[in-house]
């Protein structure tokens, strides 16, 4: 495999998809070694298909604000690989996206589904709509332009999409409604539903829980358990918010949240119940915690989560969220894992730091898979037409993370016993997405 060929050709074409190079490159590097011992996947040329989506839909979005104002956003659809399973990855609803975002989110999730063992293909979508700040009539009638076009390119055999940033339970309430009133069929086409209504026990806690499954799979590799813990967390959205919930029951202390305005430190332990009633009632900004908490700090930047003193980093909060710097400031204060809940949160330099620290670092696509592997089993569900209880999801969560663990393990032992969860999730993903497209013939 010729990597640098592969990602100048990629940089030539678009260069401003950079998260997207970023994304590949980082499969690349894993891959490599394995790609040419084993001379069929060349021969099929499977890294220049499976780094080219399937299909790209973009699409208008037109509707009315509350000023009987028109306002007109982007809508994007990628339906990456479907090698192993119907296209499935969230829906993003976030000012700063752009196909690039799209390309790099939809890329990670073929591999993250990959790990999960469930039988699902990688995709991901949303708009450059921004939900902050707009009124409930407005999400709505965006919600249901949007998926007045996303209809007919999706459906619980073809495409499951579901949430991730600026799409919650509101969101999927009002897209599924439309889809419904289209369609006149209630089918599982999207995921993240609520509980009466074809939903999953745990879904909405399934990645935040998921992250930190894995993360005591890494503790009691090194000896340890969560007891006693600090652990610094950043963002205070869907993620954060349920990582945060699940370390205090295992025994941790959680001192650090944030937003995309600032962040807080709370050494005496973060008040969760506060933080649900800023974040997931009021839907306010972090900086409210201190008018309540008199002895946490706030900070406007963001990055100050990474200044506190930790055992666990949980970067849960969007890309690129911690860099080289905040990698050295952690390993100087103590960290001694990193478990990406967010996607590639942590920046390429970064994570090389950290590898050759000898630090733990558990890449996103095996660390947050919680969060679709629980898609996978409300899809399960909804095909059987019934509703597991929360126990049941919750082992079935449990024993998905360990499986993800042990193929990190597996495929990133390096000899002097150090596991690369890096190489590790990639190869493990890769090698089952790579032969599935060898099955299917060229296509
Ligand atoms: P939410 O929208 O619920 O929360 C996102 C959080 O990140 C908010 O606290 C938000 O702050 C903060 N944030 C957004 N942009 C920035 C920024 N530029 N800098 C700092 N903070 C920022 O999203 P989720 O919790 O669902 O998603 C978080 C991450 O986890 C994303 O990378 C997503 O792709 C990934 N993920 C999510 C899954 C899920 O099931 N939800 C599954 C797998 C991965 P503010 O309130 O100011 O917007």
New binding site residues.
Partial sequence: MNTNTILEDLRKKAPQEVEFHQAVEEVLESIEQVYNENPKFEAHKIVERVIMPDRIIMFRIPWMGDDDVINVNQGYRIEFNSAIGPYKG?L?F?P?VSLGTFKF?GFEQIF?NALTGLPMGGGKGGSDFDP?GKSDNEVMRFCQSFMTELYRHIGPETDVP???????AREIGYMYGQYKRIVNRFEGVLT?KGLSWGGSWI?KE???YGTVYITQHWLKLHGTDFTGKKVAI????????YAAEKVMELGGTVVTM????GSIIDEEGIDLDLVKRI?EVERG??KEYVETRYNAKYSSN?NDVWTAKCDVALP????N?LNLEDAKLLVANGCKVIAE?????VTPDAVHYLLEQKTGMIP?KAA?????AV?GLEMTQNSMKLQWTPNEVDAKLMQIMENIHEACVKYGKREDGYVDYVKGANVAGFLKVANCMIDHGLI
């Fill in positions: 969230g993003r976030h700063d989110l993250k902050k579901a949430g991730d940033i600026g799409v919650g993240g879904r399934a990645t935040g950043s963002g205070s959205g869907n993620v954060a918010i944030s937003d995309s305005n974040k900004r972090i963001r849960c909060a969007t890309q969220e809940g967010a996607n590639m949160p996103g947050n898979a919680g969060g679709v898609s």
